[in-house]
């Protein structure tokens, strides 16, 4: 989705990451999960590096437990 709205991977994730307090379908609110931070020092990582091939595959794998730890779907 991301790529087809020309946006950045992370940057899309940090647009629609649940926060803390960030009310649920269901009506309850998020506790702190530390998922935005954790986008945000993957972001900070991969400016670090953005030719190295092996910095962008570990964020890759980053993004992905972070967006199944932050989907809410626990």
């Known amino acids: 989705v991301a790529e087809n709205l020309g946006l950045d991977p992370t940057e899309f994730r940090l647009r629609n990451a649940a926060r803390e307090r960030t009310r649920r379908a269901d009506g309850a609110k ?43 779907a626990n």
Do not use: F
């Open 30 to 72: 998020y506790p702190r999960a530390g998922g935005v931070e954790a986008l945000e020092a993957m972001k900070r990582y991969a400016a670090l590096s953005p030719e190295d091939a092996e910095a962008r595959e570990l964020v890759r794998k980053l993004e992905i437990a972070v967006r199944a730890d932050t989907s809410g």
